[in-house]
């Protein structure tokens, strides 16, 4: 057990539709990360919050937003939903910013009907 | 742009045939150079992280070393449990910088009792 929690495990939903992805990382861990996977484009990250700031973007689609909140726990919101959003979305947790080190949970698998 | 290859996409082996897995990289800047294990239905599970050109590290039965271009992950005496899917991953970026992973597409290996 890595100590990250993702809720839920499982979402099935249909196509225009909007979804929220919950995120508990381990204790005392500062940073969140988000990453999609899927079976064409691998571990793709998304986007990273340190310690409730915005700290790092990467192939993420405007239809999508993150948060993180003063408990430190994040939530990935999907928009507009289409099929090839179906995925697992995994969210990560690491000390700082700067460490290397990352603590996956063990995803939730969307998908969009 | 940061790239990761890996290779051979998928392995089979006999318990007991040891065997090397393949990670080539392109990156400006390497900050570390990372092994993890995913099982299917699980989030990645970290198993090392490299630094250096030269640098190894054992756990088990697996052992990571790293070069300028590539890093091998060998697998001494497999037995069925260490199936899996294992995926290379890299760090770049300046310090100060955020620094996500980017990850290589993964090598499945399957281990035949």
């Known amino acids: 057990d890595s100590g990250v929690t993702q809720t839920p495990k499982h979402l099935i939903t249909a196509t225009g539709q909007r979804v929220t992805l919950r995120c508990s990382p381990r204790?005392?861990?500062?940073?969140v990360y988000w990453y999609q996977q899927s079976l064409d484009q691998g571990l793709q990250f998304l986007i990273q919050y340190y310690n409730g700031e915005e700290r790092a973007k990467g192939n993420i689609l405007e239809r999508f937003s993150a948060q993180q909140f003063p408990d430190l726990h994040s939530e990935l919101n999907l928009s507009s939903l289409e099929l090839g959003d179906s995925a697992l979305y995994f969210c990560?947790?690491?000390?700082?910013?700067?460490?290397?080190?990352?603590?996956f949970g063990s995803g939730t698998q969307l998908s969009v009907l | 742009e940061d790239q990761v290859t890996q290779s051979p996409e998928a392995l089979r082996l006999q318990e007991g045939e040891s065997s090397s897995l393949n990670c080539s990289y392109t990156?400006?800047?390497?900050?570390?150079l990372f092994w993890y294990r995913q099982d299917p239905g699980k989030g990645p599970e970290f198993l090392f992280t490299?630094?250096?050109a030269g640098e190894e590290k054992e756990k088990e039965r697996l052992k990571a070393t790293l070069t300028k271009k590539e890093s091998f992950l060998h697998i001494t005496a497999p037995k069925p449990e260490d199936s899996a899917t294992y995926l290379c991953?890299?760090?770049?970026?300046?310090?100060?910088?955020?620094?996500?992973?980017?990850f290589g597409s993964g090598t499945q290996l399957t281990v035949l009792p």
């Open positions: 490299l630094y250096s």
């Open positions: 990156v400006s800047g390497l900050r570390g």
């Open positions: 204790s005392g861990d500062l940073s």
């Open positions: 990560a947790s690491s000390l700082t910013t700067g460490q290397e080190k990352l603590f």
């Open positions: 991953a890299v760090q770049a970026g300046s310090s100060g910088s955020a620094r996500q992973l980017t």
